[in-house]
């Protein structure tokens, strides 16, 4: 099965950035569509950025202007720049990867992203 591994989260300042990465076991097929979500307490999750095959992507107006999904097949990697950071993006962050081919979903384990002075 196709394992997703995030890293890049932590505690940063307000207005300060972090890059997410998700690192995937396997081969990132063209097909595949990509994406960040995320989940606070108390709240249901929600998806931060998709990017479908192609590169189209689509974000969530809360963080339009201020982060950027890009992915990078030959690194099997997907990575999330998240800019002037707020209280209100602390959540887990979760890399996700459907493969239509397959009809398939899978979920990384998730980033703690703590924005907080």
């Known amino acids: 099965q196709v394992q997703l591994v995030e890293s890049g989260g932590g505690l940063v300042q307000p207005g300060g950035s972090l890059r997410l990465t998700c690192a995937a076991s396997e081969s990132i097929f063209s097909s595949d569509a990509m994406g960040w979500y995320r989940q606070a307490p108390g709240k249901q999750r929600e998806a931060v950025a998709v990017m479908r095959s192609g590169g189209n992507a689509n974000y969530v107006d809360s963080v339009k202007g201020r982060f950027a999904i890009s992915r990078d097949n030959a690194k099997n990697a997907v990575y999330l720049q998240m800019n002037s950071l707020k209280p209100e993006d602390t959540a887990v962050y979760y890399c996700?990867?459907?493969?239509?081919?397959?009809?398939?979903?899978?979920w990384g384990q998730g980033t703690q992203v703590t924005v907080s002075s």
């Open positions: 996700n990867l459907y493969r239509p081919n397959w009809g398939r979903n899978y």
